[in-house]
């Protein structure tokens, strides 16, 4: 058997980031699974909120590119129906630029992968998986946006589409765009 490293990142935010690792224990024992898994690039990590600050010192590194994709030639080169979507797309503003300006999606994505042991801000708790911006609003999202930023992340490979929000009720429509992604092999968090 191996010894058990129990690695801690060198990230100056990471002690406050009480969730992780505390002394308590109350938390998910972040060090712990480092020493078995850190995430893989190869896992694409859509995040369907306000956007993601894809040029955030500490995601920026891990933001998804399209492979379908040449930049800034004004083309649907992968025929997705998404025009120069080489880091995703912003179903609110209609465009290739899903940026951030309310600040909850780059927040979410930073706990999911922000680079990890790079001495800037926090540490990712999948810090070497791609994320994948979807914009479909600011603090208030509509239920059309989100269901094609569904649609979307699910379509161009998501493995996994992370919706940090909520709705009072199910309409069918949402459930149709939900079995979409599943069906797709999108894990829906």
């Known amino acids: 058997t191996s010894p058990i490293s129990n690695f801690i990142p060198n990230d100056p935010l990471f002690n406050q980031q009480w969730f992780l690792n505390q002394f308590s224990d109350c938390d998910i024992d972040a060090p712990e699974a480092w020493d078995i898994e850190t995430g893989d690039p190869d896992v694409v990590i859509a995040v369907v909120d306000t956007g993601v600050d894809y040029n955030h010192e500490d995601l920026a590194d891990n933001i998804w590119t399209n492979p379908g994709e040449i930049p800034n030639n004004w083309k649907d080169d992968d025929n997705n129906g998404f025009v120069d979507d080489i880091n995703g797309w912003d179903f609110h503003d209609k465009d290739n630029s899903p940026m951030d300006y309310h600040g909850h ?29 979807v914009r479909v609003g600011n603090n208030l999202v509509w239920v059309w946006n989100v269901l094609e930023g569904i649609e979307y992340a699910a379509y161009n490979g998501a493995d996994i589409i992370s919706l940090s929000l909520g709705n009072y009720a199910l309409l069918d429509i949402e459930k149709d765009a939900l079995d979409y992604a599943y069906n797709q092999g999108s894990v829906l968090v």
């Open 105 to 133: 999606g780059t927040n979410c994505s930073g706990i999911i992968s922000a680079v990890t042991n790079n001495g800037i801000g926090g540490a990712g708790i999948a810090s070497n998986c791609k994320i994948m911006p």
